[in-house]
C-alpha cells in the first residue's frame, strides 16, 4: 500500500509562505484522490485541499485564494504551496491518499485510507 512523508512544515511570520511536499511511495492506486488536512489542538482535523488523479482540485473557503496544492507526476509528490499564512493556519499538516473515481473530489478525513505523519506549521504574529 501507499506510504505518505510530509515535510516542509517550520514556523514563519504572519504573511509568510511556505510549502509543503508529500512523498508517496509503494503502490499508488491508479485512479487517486490526495488530500491535505490539518488539525489545530483542541479542533477536528478538517480538509484543507484535495487533488484528484486528472488534476482536478477543491479547496477548504479559509485557504481558497491563498494555497495551492499540485502534484509531480514524475516524483509522486504532492505540495501544498501557502501564502499569506495567517494565525490560524497554525496546526500539524497531514496528506492523505485514497482510491478516487472520475466523479469524486473528497474533503473529509473518513474518506481519505493512508495517512502520513503530519508536518508542524506555526504562524506567528
Known amino acids: 500500500q501507499v506510504q505518505l512523508v510530509e515535510s516542509g512544515g517550520g514556523s514563519v511570520q504572519a504573511g509568510g509562505s511556505l510549502r509543503l511536499s508529500c512523498a508517496a511511495s509503494g503502490y499508488m492506486y491508479n485512479y487517486y484522490c490526495v488530500g491535505w488536512f490539518r488539525q489545530a489542538p483542541g479542533n477536528e482535523r478538517e480538509g484543507v485541499a484535495t487533488i484528484r488523479w486528472d488534476g482536478s482540485t477543491t479547496y477548504a473557503d479559509s485557504v481558497k485564494g491563498r494555497f495551492t496544492i499540485s502534484k509531480d507526476n514524475v516524483e509522486n509528490i504532492f505540495y501544498l504551496q501557502m501564502y499569506s499564512l495567517k494565525n490560524e493556519d497554525t496546526a500539524m499538516y497531514y496528506c492523505?491518499?485514497?482510491?478516487?473515481?472520475?466523479?469524486?473530489?473528497?474533503?473529509?478525513?473518513?474518506?481519505?485510507?493512508?495517512w502520513g505523519q503530519g508536518t508542524q506549521v506555526t504562524v506567528s504574529s
Open positions: 492523505a491518499a485514497a482510491p478516487c473515481g472520475i466523479t469524486s473530489l473528497p474533503t473529509e478525513p473518513y474518506d481519505f485510507k493512508n
